[in-house]
């Protein structure tokens, strides 16, 4: 079974930075990718950031130069999301997810595996 556990949330003021952190446990397919989503109060879940196995990248506008989401693909499956010069609108709960598949654009492919979340504050 695998999981996902995210961790480094925390409160910044704008301008700040943060690095969230998200390990996988758990017996992993070959081609794995991976995102960040977040969701604000009163707002839909919307993605952030993704990466495909090969290391693909994709952002969505909003955050486009200021985070940056990478991975690990060790024994144990990590991803990072470095979050610089934060701004208010930043402020949601985080989650990072996960599928098994080449690209996160493939028609079929689906996140499968989701974290419990981490929050992230950001005060002006």
């Known amino acids: 079974q695998v999981q996902l556990e995210e961790s480094g949330g925390g409160s910044v003021q704008a301008g700040g930075s943060l690095t969230l952190s998200c390990v996988v446990s758990?017996?992993?397919?070959?081609?794995?990718?991976m995102g960040w989503f977040r969701q604000a109060p009163g707002k839909e879940r919307e993605v952030v950031a993704s990466?495909?196995?090969?290391?693909?990248?994709?952002y969505t506008d909003s955050v486009k130069g200021r985070f940056t989401i990478s991975k690990k693909d060790n024994a144990q499956k990590s991803s990072y999301l470095q979050m610089n010069s934060l701004i208010p609108q930043d402020t949601a709960m985080y989650y990072c997810?996960?599928?098994?598949?080449?690209?996160?654009?493939?028609?079929?492919?689906?996140?499968?595996?989701w974290g419990q979340g981490t929050q992230v504050t950001v005060s002006s």
């Open positions: 997810a996960a599928g098994e598949g080449f690209t996160v654009v493939a028609p079929n492919f689906e996140y499968n595996y």
């Open positions: 990466i495909d196995s090969d290391g693909t990248t994709r």
């Open positions: 758990g017996d992993t397919a070959r081609y794995f990718s």
